[in-house]
């Protein structure tokens, strides 16, 4: 250990979450500036993290419960982002922390050379929840979408279609950073510097039926599509893009694959985010939500799609482990047992009615866009960062894509109450900006 790194630590331990959650704002305050856990933290980041994330907003949390969190000064915020549509049940959720902490003590890990039990019992619950499709585990969004694309590949190889090749995806899109799914990523800035990338990428516009037409073919391998857009700002693709999509594919022997890492696990009021548009997949994958914010990926393909990846095609070492498959099928209980679907479907439907007016009475809005609880509201200004960061300072966390995009995903437990309260903040953030 550096001689930072012991000068920081003492730091944290002063402030535990029983400490905060017993000071009075004012001893809490005091805490802040006198421990300035955070101005220790930016420093040693700035010192030994790679700087790849760039300067992190001002704010480093201790300890969340539910829709809240709390810094280290003790300061309480509501969480409208849920870590990217990660923690879906909420912070810290005891039925979710149980399954984790029994399953610790009992054992984490083991390789999958052997049977393990809740990713068996977490593959039957998926196969449930998609179609009976198989499952296969892993660690990330973007390692679920390169096994959905090399089984794609390894399909058309073992059927004798070598020349089907390529992956058709749309500008705008994200489908991870891995140099595998990089290409099929629709964000010119995110190749940048990368080259070269793996060939047979080709990206259209979303929505283009005509470039869908042009682009999908006999050398296409399979089409790669975000039921909704989620990275840059929620877009919808329209039913027709989708059904057309669908048609082609089956065509032209392509595979059509879903990728439902941010849409998925019931944010939008449905399980799957494609479900809204009745067009049935030949892969799914996802990630985020699934686990709680314990890693985990997950790809889903139908039966015979699956049986090309043979034993020793693919794998990994972490994916499906003893930890992330608990924790997956404890999120998934409390999901099914809190009734969340229908409570993100309702809450949803609140909570864009809530921005509706506010947009109207600011005149702020000109778009809201989004299903159940994956909303972006686009600002006729472009002023989302500023109102992003005066909102974080005023205690709501909710994220800005762009310049002039709002992007709310928060846990799926969120109430019509926790609502009213995020609107007074981003109501009240907005004037103190102008
Ligand atoms: C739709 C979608 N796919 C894939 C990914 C990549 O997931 P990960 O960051 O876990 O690799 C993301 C991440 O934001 C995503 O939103």
């Not at 991870?176 to 080709?202: D, E, M, Q, S």
């Not at 696990?265 to 067009?279: D, Q």
């Not at 994916?319 to 999901?335: E, Q, R, S, Y």
């Not at 600002?379 to 909102?391: D, F, I, N």
Request: proline content about 4%.
């Amino acid at each position: 250990m550096t001689p930072e790194t012991l000068e920081i630590a003492p730091a944290l331990d002063a402030a535990t979450p029983a400490d905060l959650e017993q000071s009075e704002p004012d001893a809490a305050h005091h805490l802040h500036s006198k421990n300035s856990v955070l101005d220790d933290l930016a420093a040693a980041d700035a010192q030994f993290g790679l700087q790849n994330y760039g300067q992190r907003l001002p704010v480093a949390f201790s300890h969340g419960k539910g829709m809240e969190l709390w810094d280290f000064a003790g300061k309480r915020y509501l969480d409208f982002l849920a870590g990217i549509s990660v923690t879906q049940v909420g912070h810290a959720h005891p039925h979710v922390v149980e399954a984790i902490a029994s399953q610790a003590a009992r054992v984490m890990h083991v390789t999958n050379y052997y049977y393990i039990a809740p990713q068996v019992e977490l593959a039957r619950r998926l196969s449930n929840l998609s179609y009976g499709f198989r499952a296969f585990f892993c660690n990330s969004g973007a390692e679920a979408n390169e096994a959905a694309l090399k089984l794609a590949r390894k399909w058309h190889h073992d059927a004798g279609n070598d020349g089907k090749i390529e992956v058709v995806s749309v500008w705008k899109s994200f489908h991870g950073r891995t140099l595998g799914v990089l290409g099929a990523t629709g964000n010119a800035a995110y190749h940048k510097g990368f080259a070269p990338l793996p060939p047979g990428h080709v990206l259209i516009e979303l929505n283009d039926l005509a470039a869908l037409e042009n682009a999908i073919g006999e050398k296409t391998a399979a089409f790669l599509l975000e039921p909704i857009l989620g990275e840059s700002g929620i877009l919808l693709p329209s039913p027709e893009f989708v059904q057309k999509a669908r048609e082609l594919c089956d065509q032209f022997g392509a595979l059509l694959i879903f990728d439902e890492v941010q849409a998925g696990n019931g944010r939008t009021g449905k399980w799957w985010a494609h479900e809204w548009l009745g067009v049935r997949p030949d892969i799914i994958t996802t990630a985020k939500g699934l686990a709680n914010g314990v890693p985990i990926g997950a790809m889903l393909a139908r039966e015979d799609v699956a049986a090309a990846l043979t034993p020793g095609s693919h794998g990994t070492t972490f994916g499906g482990n003893f930890l992330a498959c608990a924790a997956a099928n404890a999120t998934l209980d409390v999901i099914e047992n809190e009734n969340l679907m229908e409570n993100a479907a309702t809450v949803g439907a609140y909570f864009a009615g809530k921005l509706r007016d506010w947009g109207e009475k600011s005149g702020a809005v000109t778009e809201i866009r989004g299903r159940g609880l994956m909303i972006g509201v686009e600002l006729h200004v472009p002023r989302a960062r500023e109102l992003m960061k005066k909102s974080l300072e005023n205690g709501l966390i909710f994220n800005a894509v762009g310049d002039s995009i709002l992007r709310f995903l928060p846990p799926l437990v969120v109430s019509q109450k926790q609502v009213d309260e995020a609107m007074t903040i981003l109501g009240r953030s907005w004037e103190e900006i102008q």
